[in-house]
């Protein structure tokens, strides 16, 4: 498994940016899947943000044209930059990593929390 440590959660005005960090430990970083994940009170768990090592990425459509996941391959951090942030996008934030290409992500931060205040 990887260990994750996520960063840069908070409080925001609705309409204002935050931006994630995801530092990730291994060798192999740059092969790995990395995705942004959040969960907001009383709702299910749901992808944000994917991405592949071979430069794909995947965004759920309520945060298209307003989030933007990437990647520092030679600081092993995954970054997602937030804009526009509404009030539904007020939720804990998890940084995951699939290590081992098998489809699934094995490796989970501790969370971070956002804010957003109307």
Request: hydrophobic share 30%; proline share 2%.
């Amino acid at each position: 498994q990887v260990q994750l440590q996520e960063s840069g959660g908070g409080v925001v005005q609705a309409g204002g940016s935050l931006r994630l960090s995801c530092a990730a430990s291994g060798r192999a970083f740059s092969t790995y899947t990395m995705g942004w994940f959040r969960q907001a009170p009383g709702k299910e768990r749901e992808l944000v943000a994917a991405s592949w090592s071979g430069g794909n990425t995947y965004y759920v459509h309520s945060v298209k044209g307003r989030f933007t996941i990437s990647r520092d391959n030679a600081k092993n951090t995954v970054y997602l930059q937030m804009n526009s942030l509404k009030p539904e996008d007020a939720a804990v934030y998890y940084c995951a990593a699939d290590s081992t290409a098998r489809g699934r992500y094995d490796s989970w931060g501790q969370g971070t929390q956002v804010t957003v205040s109307s």
